[in-house]
């Protein structure tokens, strides 16, 4: 049988206004602005490094703040007024090495949609727009800037601590060196149904599944609640 397992995340990409913060600007006469960070993201921010998970922040806006709570943080990657975010994430996981399906990303908005269509842990933040959550493999309770990263960051590592994985058995009826090998009776019970069930009886397995072109075997794994 073969076992396709969920790979772990190597990247964490989060977009900036809206999930680092509530979204809000305040902007001073003079040109500098404020934004506002909540503790426990960073808290978060920094368990995540420790667990040997880059950390990148991508924004489409320029902000001295920015690069300043990422230097607080230790967070290495930081892309501003980036017009192509999906351009950039696939220029830097080439550059690390980095396959798409082991990062994750936290959007909000619109212009996050890109790049969660091709990464392989989308996440969206409770108050994101409706395109986001759809298309999001996890949304947090929590709202941008209210904690929403940390929750996101716990809920990554928990994955990668608990493997899961799924089992595929192929199973053809006419094989070319035994036919019907698969159902052949082997101490009272047939062949397949011994190597499902041992499958089933993987703990980290979430699923078990049996491939088949053929009626009759499907027939009898329906009956062995394959």
């Not at 101490?187 to 053929?214: K, N, W, Y």
Request: charged content about 25%.
């Amino acid at each position: 049988y073969q076992v396709f397992a969920m790979k772990k995340t190597r990247l964490l990409f989060t977009d900036v206004d809206g999930v680092l913060t509530n979204g809000r600007l305040l902007m001073f006469s003079r040109g500098s602005e404020a934004k506002f960070f909540h503790v426990q993201d960073g808290l978060g921010i920094k368990r995540a490094i420790e667990q040997g998970v880059k950390v990148g922040m991508i924004s489409g806006r320029e902000s001295s703040v920015v690069r300043r709570r990422a230097k607080e943080l230790g967070v290495e990657i930081v892309v501003q007024g980036c017009a192509d975010k999906v351009s950039e994430v696939r220029r830097i996981s080439d550059q690390l090495d980095i396959e798409l399906d082991e990062i994750a990303y936290i959007g909000d908005d619109l212009n996050d949609l890109g790049v969660m269509k091709i990464v392989g842990r989308p996440i969206a933040v409770a108050n994101a727009v409706a395109e986001v959550r759809n298309a999001s493999v996890m949304t947090t309770k929590r709202n941008g800037g209210d904690g929403a990263v940390r929750e996101a960051i716990e809920w990554l590592l928990s994955s990668a601590e608990t493997l899961s994985f799924s089992i595929a058995i192929p199973a053809r009826l006419q094989s070319t060196r035994l036919p019907r090998k698969v159902l052949t009776d082997i101490c009272g019970r047939p062949m397949l149904r011994h190597v499902f069930e041992a499958a089933r009886s993987v703990e980290a397995a979430q699923d078990v599944v049996i491939l088949t072109d053929s009626g009759e075997v499907a027939s009898a794994a329906e009956g062995w609640g394959a």
